[in-house]
């Protein structure tokens, strides 16, 4: 184990560095004119203004320099200052992350709940009404836009019925909660004052179903084949010939086996949630990482737009570094 687990922090670190190099020669080459998104056209228009500002935010420095600045920054914590806000990105990101964590961990249990469940009872009476029903599901889940289905549990559930609260974290009269993470959940209930936190989770709840249809979809599919795989193995046959009850040999013997491609797909999907909530936060006026590097792409804010991808890249490394940890807890042939 030891050795399993230093030879993926190794592997981790080197794609991490890869990844910095991979996204800043993207941003870098990326068309577009930042002079011009961000002094207009009769600024643009000055050479000594265009001078300055190039100066200023190292666009006149050579290619290989520019990125040894900013590896030498990326590593003492400093991903540099927004063009658009001024404010350094670092802040910007720790501003905007704990609403998309709060949606899109909500969104990953939701679709834990969901698919996982629907997915063992479609294989365990494959071919019957809950077989039928769990692919309708995914069929409609996976196939379904998402700004489209945004806009339709909006229109129904908000402007039609009044079920759910319009769009935002929190109605625009209360105030949000006062906490150390930036959840409101997290920090309504630290505070005690549930009536903030039900709130909270009334505005969670559609943009949390709307970003979680797809990811349900994919699990269920995913479960639902890892399923009957286990329940087609001999030693599912063996325990059934000992007379072993029925939900004993599904949730004992057959589950724990059909998790190894649920927790891949699952890593990879709540790390999916975590970075493409652009449609969903837009629709539904989240103030999370989506909207913002929507305003920093649409503004040519490159320090921002860097900053955003190296976030989403050490996500993914982070959730695939735990995956491939995970699957010695799984597997015992990892361990050995």
């Known amino acids: 184990m030891p050795r399993y687990i230093a030879t993926r922090l190794v592997s981790a670190a080197v794609m991490a560095v890869l990844a910095s190099l991979v996204v800043f020669l993207i941003s870098a080459l990326v068309p577009g004119d930042p002079v011009l998104a961000q002094l207009g056209d009769m600024a643009a228009s000055n050479p000594e203004t265009v001078s300055e500002w190039r100066a200023k935010w190292g666009l006149d420095l050579p290619l290989w320099e520019r990125y040894g600045i900013f590896l030498n920054g990326l590593l003492h914590g400093d ?29 990953f249990l939701l679709t834990l709940v969901v698919g996982i469940p629907l997915g063992v009872a479609a294989a365990v009476w494959r071919d019957g009404w809950v077989d039928s029903a769990a692919r309708v599901v995914s069929l409609l889940g996976v196939s379904s836009p998402t700004f489209w289905l945004a806009f339709i549990m909006l229109a129904i559930f908000y402007g039609w019925l009044g079920w759910a609260p319009g769009p935002g974290r929190i109605d625009p009269i209360a105030f949000p909660p006062e906490g150390p993470t930036g959840l409101f959940l997290v920090d309504a209930a630290l505070d005690g004052d549930w009536e903030t936190w039900w709130d909270a989770a009334s505005h969670l709840v559609l ?13 269920t599919r995913t479960t ?6 286990s329940l087609g193995q001999d030693y599912v046959r063996v325990a059934r010939a000992k007379g072993l009850r029925a939900g004993v040999i599904v949730l004992r013997h057959a589950l724990p086996n059909a998790l190894v491609p ?4 699952g890593g990879l999907a709540y790390a999916n949630l975590l970075a493409g909530a652009v449609m969903t936060e837009t629709v539904f006026s989240w103030p999370g990482l989506g909207r913002y590097t929507f305003r920093s792409a649409a503004a040519l804010d490159f320090p921002a737009i860097i900053g955003i991808t190296l976030v989403v890249s050490a996500t993914y490394l982070l959730v ?10 799984l597997d015992p042939r990892v361990r050995r």
């Open 79 to 107: 991903l540099g200052i927004s063009i658009a806000t001024r404010r350094p990105v670092l802040e910007d990101i720790a501003q905007y992350a704990p609403a998309t964590i709060e949606l899109a961990t909500v969104s």
């Open 207 to 219: 943009p949390a179903i709307v970003l979680a249809a797809a990811t349900i979809g994919l699990i």
């Open 224 to 229: 639902r084949a890892a399923m009957l795989d």
């Open 262 to 265: 649920v927790v891949t797909l």
């Open 320 to 329: 695939n570094l735990i995956v491939d940890l995970s699957y010695a807890m």
